[in-house]
């Protein structure tokens, strides 16, 4: 049962799960799809200390005004190709986590689940849920490009 300020995200994708985590923690990778639409995330505004304690930023950016919004997590676990968890201790206080885990199908797709907790109620509204999935769609579009043969 899901919990108020607690989301969860399932999408396959035809990748493996190592080129989804490279994906997901590489900031040449990070820079092509992160952040909802109407933003840019750019290369150098990307900080990928990928260990347990080791920081995860990344800056995005609008492109109708320019305003400019700053992730900034501590990754709390990184087991690759198969998990990762940070949590975003300045997003209200709330202690934001993520965790995504990628799971193997055995057909050449792999299942990505993005479970949040401690979602703080501005970001748990509608129109942030929207945008949030918009950054999941980038993510699949990003994926497809990718592995098309």
């Keep these: 049962m899901t919990q108020p300020g607690e989301f969860t995200y399932r999408r396959v994708h035809r990748a493996s799960r190592e080129l989804l985590f490279d994906c997901l923690t590489q900031p040449e990778h990070l820079t092509r799809f992160w952040g909802p639409d109407g933003t840019t995330t750019p290369m150098d505004g990307i900080t990928v200390d990928l260990r347990p304690g080791g920081a995860f930023e990344t800056l995005m ?4 005004d320019g305003a400019t919004y700053t992730m900034r997590a501590v990754y709390r676990e990184v087991l690759r190709p198969e998990r990762l968890v940070w949590t975003e201790e ?12 990628l799971t193997d199908l055995g057909d050449g797709h792999t ?5 949040q907790t401690n979602v703080p109620p501005p970001i748990a509204g509608t129109d942030a ?3 949030f999935e918009t950054s999941l769609r980038r993510f699949a579009d990003y994926v497809e490009l990718l592995t098309a043969s």
Excluded: F
Excluded at 61 to 64: A, C, N
Excluded at 111 to 115: A, D, F, I, M, R
């Design 61 to 64: 950016v609008s492109t109708s």
């Design 90 to 101: 300045d997003v209200q206080g709330s202690g934001m986590t993520t965790t995504i885990t």
């Design 111 to 115: 299942e990505v689940v993005t479970h």
């Design 129 to 131: 849920r929207r945008g």
